[in-house]
Nanobody
Framework: VQVVESGGGLVQPGGSLRLSCAAS????????MHWYRQAPGKERELVAS???????NYADSAKDRFTISTSNAMNTVTLQMNGLTPEDTARYYC????????????WGQGTLVTVSS
């Protein structure tokens, strides 16, 4: 499995961005897709998760602003981000995961989101 992120860029405070994570390979093996982010000088943090069964989970900072979804069974997972603030500035990473016995844990290279006026 490989994952590639896209959709990052520069946006003004209050704006929106839609990030995409395109998966390839043995997509059927993916149990959960996560979006993480890492801001300069900070640790990587989990932003949102989506299970194959459709269960979502969000960090407190993302609730009511971000939406994680897929329209094609994990082939592409999107993160819709609204109401962006400078605190959302970070590199956003997609992570494809499955526990034992598949033991899948694949990260993308990330896409940079900058929120600035």
């Amino acid at each position: 499995v490989q994952v590639v992120e896209s959709g990052g860029g520069l946006v003004q405070p209050g704006g929106s961005l839609r990030l995409s994570c395109a998966a390839s390979g043995s997509i059927f093996s993916i149990s959960v897709m996560h979006w993480y982010r890492q801001a300069p000088g900070k640790e990587r943090e989990l932003v949102a998760s989506l299970t194959r069964g459709g269960i979502t989970n969000y960090a407190d900072s993302a609730k009511d602003r971000f939406t994680i979804s897929t329209s094609n069974a994990m082939n592409t997972v999107t993160l819709q981000m609204n109401g962006l603030t400078p605190e959302d500035t970070a590199r956003y990473y997609c992570r494809a995961f499955a526990g034992a016995p598949l033991n899948l844990d694949v990260w993308g290279q990330g896409t940079l989101v900058t929120v600035s006026s």
